[in-house]
């Protein structure tokens, strides 16, 4: 199937899981034979990974199969995020729901799911299924491997020999190397914490020397939602820090939206200090962060 078209069956299906505020019980397509990719949607996950994902599947006759974590029957594990300029991200903005596919509404449910982080994704996993599998009903377990997050789910085999997904675009096919390009990578979250939400806040932050200090990796500050904050940062090679402001004076109001990711390589990244202040540049007190690593 052409990439283009494949992308777009992709979205539709994070669109509808990502607003109906599911976490995650559908595959693409819902019938497939044995060999054939499959899409999972997992809803939002923060912690599936090729190397953090297992599958078990059952299937018509009781057969069990185990696909374990780092197998390559695991094709990637990717997030999806809607389009900046979809009716859900620009409703939810602008608290719209007319001419916007009651954006707003739809907004509002993820939030609820989320906890007010409006850093909006939806886990897919592309799985090559087994080529032994029964025609028939198949229950298909997805799990990560300390059984934190797990997703059981259904897809109908059919009869026929099917085959692994070769993601052709009209310039050629898309080696594994390239699809898992696009997979997250080692980081780190930052995430603020306090009493009274501030308007700005700045994050002082260190880590083991990077690169240009004879250490290693290179300093990268991810901002998920440039729509409702500003990001600014510098590094020297050991010492990090970020100044966070509003994209406009009512455009964060949990904490979670001042959250950002930290990359590119560099270890041991801890907080050093907040200071955060109010609209009138006052000093907002009790304000914290703290920095997560994340594989």
Known sequence: ????????????????????????????????????????????STEFSRDNVRATIVDSVGTITEIPAGDPAFRAVLNLYPDPLSGLVVGAATNQD????????????INSVTGGDEDWWQTVVFLDLPTSLAPGTALLIVQTLDGSESEALGVEIIPGSGQPVDFLTTIGSITTTQIRSLERVNHYVVSLSGTFLPSA?????????DASQAGVGVPHVVNPRGDI??????????????ILTQANSSSIDAFADFKFYVTGGITGLLVTGVDAYDSNGDIVPGVTAKAQPRN
């Open 1 to 44: 199937m052409n990439l283009l078209r494949k992308s777009i069956l992709l979205f539709i299906l994070a669109a509808h899981m990502i607003i109906t505020g599911c976490v995650g019980n559908v595959t693409l397509p819902n019938t497939a034979r044995a060999g054939d990719t499959i899409e999972i949607a997992l809803g939002r």
């Open 98 to 109: 007319a001419g916007y596919n009651d954006g707003a509404s739809s907004g509002a449910t």
């Open 201 to 209: 806040a700045s994050v002082t932050m260190i880590h083991n020397p």
């Open 229 to 242: 904050k500003n990001v600014a940062w510098n590094d020297d090679g050991t010492q990090l820090k970020v």
